[in-house]
């Protein structure tokens, strides 16, 4: 069963560098969705992608999955001209729970973008919750 599992997974890795950027977004949030490690890696890739819905579902999906290791590559994407997302990308960061964010949300209570704003608040809120 594991070995159709990591199949599935690798095939989703690879639908992350499709042509049809919605088939890659489909792609980010089935695998947000499985919580996969596996698949930190390429999402973190992913966010480097050029088209902002991209963006938004591998910042989604790296923050269902948890995995710390997302954190400094999230918070080199708040300053996205897309608000968006920075809204993805603080959502992410608050449901990750890494105190190294809180700078950088602390920041964003500024943003010119008032849902930026909110979804900042919200994830400093849970980040001293934790």
Do not use: H, T, W
């Not at 698949?39 to 050029?50: E, G, M, Q, W, Y």
């Amino acid at each position: 069963m594991q070995s159709k599992n990591v199949k599935k997974i690798d095939d989703l890795v690879a639908l992350l560098e499709d042509k049809d950027k919605e088939v890659c977004f489909e792609a980010a949030y089935q695998l947000g969705k499985s919580g996969n490690k596996r698949a930190v890696n390429p999402l973190i890739a992913s966010l480097k992608n050029k088209n902002f819905n991209v963006r938004c579902g591998a910042a989604e999906a790296l923050g269902k999955i948890g995995d710390k290791r997302a954190v400094n590559p999230l918070i080199e994407l708040l300053n996205d001209p897309d608000s968006d997302v920075r809204c993805e990308v603080v959502y992410a960061l608050g449901k990750i729970g890494d105190k190294k964010a809180i700078e950088p949300l602390i920041a964003l209570l500024n943003d010119q973008d008032s849902e930026v704003r909110c979804e900042a608040s919200d994830a400093l809120d849970e980040l001293q919750r934790m």
